[in-house]
């Protein structure tokens, strides 16, 4: 079944506010296949590392995990609220997945300068597409010192019958330190973004 969310577009074009952290511990995201809101095919029935060619006009949609992040920004909002002057603004300004989520789109727009994006994979129907690129994101913080923090970045690629017919997944980590504490996701997000990028010019046309 295909869905409207209303609060993707707007991450299409415009930064989000900064993401709020601090030494307590963030509640762990539960994440789903990128097209399980989307489509009634998986993400996962496409093959990994498939090469495909794009047709004349390319769509993009933000994949079923996005709203999972844009909640977590807003629980970890409500907790940075209590500790007032003794916030984290390190921790704050690395926890923010804008960079990772703008860094895929990036790619994207270099390889496909048309691309257009979407509200959903209906629209993209509607108006006969001939590709559509479904991009989803994955946040995974470490808990303390010398944890891993993980940024994922997920690409399905879609033909004209919005059938799957390739996917893409990287994923970029970094390890909390003690000093100037931070969960290193911006290390990570740059990391992903950059295996994204090669990965969509060894694969995709």
């Known amino acids: 079944m295909l869905r409207t969310v209303s609060r993707r577009s707007f991450l299409m074009v415009?930064?989000?506010?900064t993401l709020a952290a601090c030494t307590t511990d963030l509640a762990p995201v539960t994440y789903a296949d990128p097209l399980?809101?989307?489509h009634t095919r998986l993400g996962a029935?496409?093959?990994l590392d498939a090469?495909?060619?794009?047709?004349p006009t390319v769509a993009l949609v933000y994949g079923s995990n996005i709203e999972r992040l844009l909640q977590h920004k807003e629980d970890a909002d409500k907790i940075l609220k209590q500790f007032g002057p003794l916030t984290n603004t390190s921790a704050m300004s690395d926890i923010d997945p804008q960079p990772l989520?703008?860094?895929?789109?990036?790619?994207?727009?270099?390889?496909y300068p048309g691309i257009k994006p979407l509200d959903d994979l209906a629209a993209a129907r509607a108006q006969h597409f001939s590709t559509t690129i479904v991009l989803d994101f994955r946040q995974v913080l470490g808990?303390?010192?010398?944890?891993?923090?993980?940024?994922?970045?997920?690409a399905v690629f879609?033909?004209?019958?919005?059938?799957?017919?390739?996917?893409i997944e990287v994923?970029?980590?970094?390890?909390?330190?003690?000093?100037?504490?931070?969960?290193?996701?911006?290390?990570?997000?740059d990391k992903a973004v950059l295996m994204f990028k090669e990965k969509v010019d060894q694969y995709w046309s």
């Open 14 to 17: 415009a930064p989000a506010a």
């Open 36 to 38: 399980a809101d989307l």
């Open 143 to 154: 808990k303390t010192v010398g944890h891993r923090t993980t940024a994922s970045l997920y």
């Open 158 to 167: 879609l033909d004209a019958r919005q059938v799957p017919i390739s996917r």
């Open 45 to 47: 029935t496409a093959p």
């Open 51 to 55: 090469p495909a060619k794009a047709g």
């Open 101 to 111: 989520i703008t860094g895929g789109i990036a790619v994207l727009r270099v390889k």
């Open 171 to 189: 994923t970029g980590e970094g390890i909390m330190g003690a000093v100037g504490w931070t969960y290193k996701f911006r290390e990570a997000s």
